[in-house]
């Protein structure tokens, strides 16, 4: 293999690695809908709808730990920005970086690829 084939494939790799797991694409999106969002507002707008039955109470499917998990990625890879009000308890605002906003447009061609050929028989 070339090293321009070897360049490509690693940093091909790096980008999924970035963008891995199960809620960082749906994070990121719902990151885009405002200039900045409270934890809470995250988890509301990523669960809207996606509400699975449970053992008699509604389970939502991105947990706390999940979205807590997924936005400390989000920063340490610089996709997501973190702001807080000074003093004790106040609030923290999230909001999308210009990588990050570019890492989801990047996505959307993939998406719209799998919309096309996840129920063609023509394939």
């Known amino acids: 293999m070339s090293r321009q084939n070897m360049s490509y494939q690693k940093t091909f790799e790096s980008a999924v690695e970035m963008l891995r797991g199960r809620w960082m694409i749906v994070v990121l999106a719902a990151l885009s809908t405002e200039d900045q969002l409270q934890y809470r507002d995250i988890r509301d707008r990523v669960n809207e709808g996606e509400v699975r ?41 999230y909001e999308l970086t210009r990588k990050g906003a570019e890492a989801l447009r990047a996505v959307r061609p993939l998406i719209e690829w799998m919309h096309r050929y996840e129920t063609a028989s023509d394939c």
């Open 53 to 93: 039955p449970g053992n008699g109470d509604d389970v939502s499917p991105l947990s706390d730990q999940s979205l807590t998990k997924t936005l400390k990625r989000a920063q340490d890879h610089g996709l997501v920005r973190l702001h807080a009000d000074e003093g004790h308890f106040k609030p923290t605002w």
